[in-house]
T-cell receptor, first 109, second 119 residues
Framework: GQNIDQPTEMTATEGAIVQINCTYQ??????LFWYQQHAGEAPTFLSY????GLEEKGRFSSFLSRSKGYSYLLLKELQMKDSASYLC??????????FGGGTRLMVKP | NAGVTQTPKFRVLKTGQSMTLLCAQD?????MYWYRQDPGMGLRLIHY???????AKGEVPDGYNVSRLKKQNFLLGLESAAPSQTSVYFC??????????????????FGNGTRLTVT
């Protein structure tokens, strides 16, 4: 079966750094995606990891450890517009994505 | 370039009524998907298609049917709506064979969603 776990909510301060964790259990793992979803809008693609290590894209970085079934999304220099839900999704055999429930991030001034 | 377009944006149905949700993409993507999103449960895959004329069941297919008669369109049907189908429905597409290395690392492009209420 597939199982993706991530915290339901997090709060952080503008300008700070926040790390959103995701653990997964899937069969035939083929990579992990992070998506951002603002309230009432569609999810948009942030990052993809298939090999162990850190992928950096500007203020956002994503890390993967395949042996531990663990990933995190790191957001630096937080801005108010980063308030959104962040969805972790694992790609298994057959190119099927299993999504976690999402982490709602609230950025406060 | 419109991306992924879903219609309608909102709909209210009475129990037992039927409807079809329309999804169109102009990115020449091979794969198309229908998800539902419910509070606290994340996105769950209803049905998907890996190419024109093909469909397959996802995680929660019961009560829904789909068709992919043309590559750019993916239709989701509810034959007899139930209150449990009240949700936000997202269509998505992925994997352009000409520009993407593989289907595994091709990100999903989502439509703006359809909010369906069944009373």
């Amino acid at each position: 079966g597939q199982n993706i776990d991530q915290p339901t909510e997090m709060t952080a301060t503008e300008g700070a750094i926040v790390q959103i964790n995701c653990t997964y259990q899937t069969s035939g793992f083929n990579g992990l995606f992070w998506y951002q979803q603002h309230a009432g809008e569609a999810p948009t693609f942030l990052s993809y990891n298939v090999l162990d290590g850190l992928e950096e894209k500007g203020r956002f970085s994503s890390f993967l450890s395949r042996s531990k079934g663990y990933s995190y999304l790191l957001l630096k220099e937080l801005q108010m517009k980063d308030s959104a839900s962040y969805l972790c999704a694992a790609n298994n055999a057959g190119n099927m994505l299993t999504f976690g429930g999402g982490t709602r991030l609230m950025v406060k001034p | 370039n419109a991306g992924v377009t879903q219609t309608p944006k909102f709909r209210v149905l009475k129990t037992g009524q039927s409807m079809t949700l329309l999804c169109a993409q102009d990115m020449n993507h091979e794969y198309m998907y229908w998800y539902r999103q419910d509070p606290g449960m994340g996105l769950r895959l209803i049905h998907y298609s890996v190419g024109e004329g093909t469909t397959a069941k996802g995680e929660v297919p019961d009560g829904y049917n789909v068709s992919r008669l043309k590559k750019q369109n993916f239709l989701l049907g509810l034959e007899s709506a139930a209150p449990s189908q009240t949700s936000v429905y997202f269509c998505a597409s992925s994997y352009d064979t000409l520009t993407t290395a593989s289907s595994y690392n091709s990100p999903l492009h989502f439509g703006n969603g359809t909010r369906l209420t069944v009373t």
